[in-house]
Structure formats: structure tokens, C-alpha cells
DNA sequence: TTCCTGATTGACCAGTTAATCAATCACTGA
DNA sequence: TCAGTGATTGATTAACTGGTCAATCAGGAA
């Protein structure tokens, strides 16, 4: 790995860091590049400005996601088993934690001053949705569209109340809670 | 109305309006007075601070929400026409509106680092979810509380997603969106 | 009128921060 | 060896902001 793909990579996460233990996006760019242990200059010298290496930081948060994604539905067979696969990426350690969420959480305020944030969150809900919906449609019919409207809408909304009290919520328990209601949902109009 | 708590008030509200303007909590308390149309001395002279003008700023939130769930149940009669009653109030025009879901996103920022936010919306998180349980324990019995919980979380969620992109939902479409959800979870159960 | 109290402000300060830049440093290819 | 290139930084600056304060203003009571 080259040294500045490195670098990058270092700040990036000490920028995820930052925001997540300080708990804003108020963090100054000279405390992200100490924590990634080299000047601010640096900091500038590959990102330009603040906000270009905040849009990094969401970029790189989003993958890592998608990874989990990609990798739970490769072993699942059957869109039963790929809706719960969906489901259970989404409360993987990887991302739901402390560090991830708080970050998360503030990259949804980055996105009301900044259209780039707003479009990379934009791609996370619908790529989320048609994976819901690919395989909620040969279960549920036309009915798929709403179901899977109300099943991103709760996995968000889990993410917002761990944001708020990562002690009242596991990974475990959040993807069970979220598993019942898809049964519900497909029970109601089967 | 006494000067004071007419200038609280309007404080108060450039505050919000200010947040929900700005889509952030990094707003200068002289923008807010300027939008109050009073000096940013006085700001300090009323709240002595800027945090305990943000948490003002909660507080004003949380009491309009709870006044509307207030109003709405009153007319309520029967479990199941309170529960719509509770779901309804959620997506009010007072509530389920661009400034007062900015600002409301940004509490949950707030919250990250200011005790007093987090115990803020842990009580509206924990009243909404006290109705909830109250109305839906004589529907569904024991599983009321994962109900609620389910009922609460898409809630939120919604709020959330409101927040990305206004346009995509709006006050009618989301409490149906909620009031299916129920229907189907008490269908499950019954 | 005179006094008092709370409302209100302009001026000010001390501290912070994003961004710049000239200057080194480390390494590589010729 | 040496020129060239990207990595890296310390120092600096211009702008901004939370908070303070002395001073003024307005209105009511005595």
C-alpha cells in the first residue's frame, strides 16, 4: 500500500474517531491529524479542506457496510434467508458501534449543509431499499414496496436510539426486534 | 406576558430557527439574537450560556410534541383509537416540519456530549413508549413492549428520514405508513 | 422630582481554528 | 552523485466567537 493511500486511510479513521468520541463534527482538523499522528499540514495536503475529508470519512463508513452486506448475502440461500441476512448486516459489530453510530449520526447533519453527504446517504437508504424489496416482492406481492419502507425506516431508527443509549441495545437484540416485525409484516398478508 | 418570558420565548424560537436554517448546532448565539431581533448580550444576560440556550431550545420542542400527543388523545376513546391518536400526533405540522426536525436531529448531537440533552430525550423516548405499552397491553398482552418498541424505533426512523429529504414524505404519508405497522403487528398477535 | 431596578447594548477581549506557505526531509531514477 | 519529486511540518495569519462589562435607557414607586 502506497504511502499516501496510507495516510489517507489513517486520517480518514482518526476523523471517524474524532467525531466519535468528541461526538460532532465540531472537531478540529489539527486533533484528527494528531490522533492519526502527523501534522494538520498533512491533513490539508491530501483532503484540501475539512469537508472533503469528512465526505471521505462517510464514504469509507458506507463501505465498510456495504462489505458486510455483500458478505452476509453471499451465504444466503432463498429470499427468506437473504431478507434476514439484510437485516443481520445491518447490526454487525463493524457497524453498530459506539464509535460507527456516533459518527453515522453526525454524518446525517453533515448532509443538511452538504449536497455530497446528502447523495451518499441518499445511495445507503435506496440501495438498502431494493435489496428489501428484490426479495420482499416474491413474498409479499405489491405489498413489498410499503413493508420495506417500514423496515429501513425501524433499522434506521435503531441506529438513532443506539446513537442515544448504546447500553439499551445489542446487536443481537436490535436484529431479533427487526426480524419480528419482517415476520409480522410477511405473516399480515400471507 | 412579561418582557423576559416574551424574550425567552423569542430566543428561544430564532434558536430553532436558526439550528433548523443552518442544519447545524454551529450557529453563533449573535445570529440567533440578530434573528431575535434583540444584541447578543442579552442572550447571555437571559441564558448564561449557549448550552442552556440549546436546552431551552429542547425543552420548547419537547413541550410543543407533548401538548399536540396531549390534545390528540383527549379525543381518543378506546385502545386501539388511542394508539392512532398517539401515531398521529407524531407527524402533526407543529412537530413534522423542516425546522423543528433539524433542530431535532441536532439535539440528538447535543446529546452526545450534554447530559441534560440525553436525560431530555430519554424522557420523550420513554413517554412515547409508556403510551405506547399502556394502549397496546390490552391488545396484545405480553407482547406489547416489543411492539412499542418496534412502533417507537420506526417512528424515529421516520423523523430521520424526513430529515434527509423532506420532500420524499410527508405528515399523512408516514402516519400510515406507522398505523399499517400497528395493524399488522396486533394482526400477528390476535 | 428622585431613586431604583431590570432591560439592553456597543465595545471589547482572550482564545480558537481553517487554511497557507516556505522550508526541510526522504527517496528514487538517471 | 545529483537533480527531481512527493511527503511532511512549524510557523503564521486572518477571521471568527463565546463571554464580559461598563454604561445607558425606560418605567414604576415613593
Known amino acids: 500500500m502506497s504511502i499516501e493511500v496510507r495516510r489517507r486511510k489513517e486520517l480518514v479513521i482518526a476523523a471517524i474517531e ?7 463534527l465540531d ?18 495536503h491530501y483532503f484540501g479542506d475539512k469537508d472533503r475529508l469528512f465526505l471521505s470519512a462517510m464514504r469509507f463508513v458506507l463501505t465498510v457496510y456495504a462489505t458486510e452486506v455483500r458478505k452476509s448475502l453471499a ?19 463493524s457497524n453498530f458501534c459506539n464509535t460507527a453510530i456516533a459518527a453515522w449520526l453526525n ?19 435506496r440501495r438498502l ?11 409479499t406481492g405489491t405489498n413489498a414496496q410499503a413493508i420495506a419502507e417500514r423496515i429501513g425506516g425501524l433499522i434506521d431508527g435503531l441506529y438513532l436510539r443506539f446513537a442515544l443509549n448504546p ?10 426486534l427487526v426480524l419480528d416485525a419482517l415476520d409480522h409484516e410477511i405473516e399480515a398478508v400471507t
Chains 1, 2 share one sequence.
Open 27 to 44: 472537531v478540529t482538523v489539527s486533533k484528527i491529524a494528531k490522533r492519526a499522528g502527523v501534522s494538520s499540514a498533512l491533513a490539508f
Open 18 to 24: 474524532e467525531i466519535g468520541v468528541q461526538g460532532s
Open 167 to 176: 447500553a439499551g441495545l445489542n446487536g443481537e437484540s436490535a436484529t431479533a
Open 75 to 93: 451465504t444466503a440461500d432463498g429470499h427468506h434467508a437473504r431478507l434476514r441476512a439484510l437485516i443481520h448486516a445491518s447490526f454487525t459489530p
Open 129 to 139: 431499499h431494493s435489496n428489501l424489496v428484490h426479495d420482499l416482492k416474491p413474498l
Open 107 to 125: 454524518f446525517y447533519v453533515l448532509a443538511q449543509r452538504s449536497d455530497e453527504a446528502k447523495r451518499l446517504l441518499w445511495v445507503y437508504q
